[in-house]
């Protein structure tokens, strides 16, 4: 048996090994309608926090925030300049900002505070950004990062104003914290691999749902690549997904292009969402799945 480190790749094997039963009897034409911290959305795929997309398309993080618009989407978004924020905003995207973990908190305060007053409608913090691959804190684009703790997330909830998001989660006792600590919603993600032979998010989201007890929003990111990707990700406790690098090579073309590639995946979700008998968001049954033997 041939084994890999790859995250991503462990993560696309996992996907490919759930399989789907088929429930046509009483089932309907379903709604993918998605509510979002008071807000109303037309689909649970939203963008994943991605940033310096200049290298891929001129205006490349302004392109990808209007393709969220146009589709109804949640929109998220990285690391970037206050003004590039600023116009992300601007394009009509209900967006939510992900902040470094970076080493000085003062840093952090101050983007939560300038998040909110651009009008993201919920902030957050990437944490699995806090060590490198040498044993040491991390370092991203000259700038110093260093873990959190339970009290300095308390802290960065307090002062956010809006719901506070924790991206990098992959385990009940991460996610436990983060209940305890206030955060509105948590984001699974291996971050495309960023440390190896991580556990697929699916693998992990069971038993974190269940540690959640639909308390906060879940969140999944990495690797999610159509509808079905998605039907999976909802079958198993999500409340919706992140698509990013799938969407990347489509921001050459517009972002009418995107936009499209989100309709068409929402168009597959609801297509599994009749053919399995999911009449909306709220009704998704994890015993439609089965882990292929064979």
């Known amino acids: 048996m041939e084994y890999t480190s790859n995250s991503d790749k462990i993560t696309r094997d996992y996907f490919d090994s759930l399989l789907l039963e088929s429930r046509y009897i009483d089932s309907c ?55 590039e924020l600023e116009e992300i905003v601007a394009t009509g995207a209900a967006t939510i900002k992900i902040i470094k973990p970076h080493a000085d908190n003062k840093e952090v305060f101050r983007k939560i505070e300038h998040a909110v007053n651009a009008g993201c409608f919920a902030v957050g913090m990437d944490i699995d950004h806090a060590f490198n691959g040498s044993g040491g804190y991390d370092n991203v684009m000259g700038l110093p990062m260093k873990p959190k703790s339970t009290e300095e997330l308390k802290d960065f909830v307090q002062a956010s104003r809006v719901p506070f998001v924790v991206k990098g989660v992959l385990s009940t006792r991460d996610a436990e914290k983060c209940l305890k600590a206030g955060v509105r919603g948590i984001v699974l993600s291996h971050h495309h691999g960023i440390m190896p032979y991580s556990v697929p998010p699916l693998f992990v989201l069971p038993e974190i749902a269940k540690a959640v007890a639909n308390e906060i929003p879940i969140f999944v990111d990495c690797g999610i690549e159509s509808g079905a ?45 009749a053919r399995t008998g999911v009449s909306d968001l709220n009704h998704f049954d994890a015993s439609v799945i089965h882990k292929r033997l064979f």
């Open 229 to 273: 990707d998605v039907y999976k990700c909802l079958a198993l406790g999500a409340s919706a997904v992140s698509v990013g690098r799938h969407l990347m090579p489509l921001l050459k073309n517009g972002a009418e292009s995107v936009s499209a590639r989100i309709n068409e995946m929402n168009g597959e979700l609801a297509s599994l969402m």
């Open 29 to 83: 034409l379903p709604s993918t309608k998605f509510e979002l911290y008071g807000k109303a959305f037309d689909t649970p795929i939203m963008t994943a926090a991605l940033s310096h997309l200049g290298n891929t398309a001129k205006n490349g993080m302004t392109l990808y925030a209007g393709a969220a618009a146009k589709s109804n989407a949640v929109h998220w978004v990285g690391m970037g300049s206050d003004e």
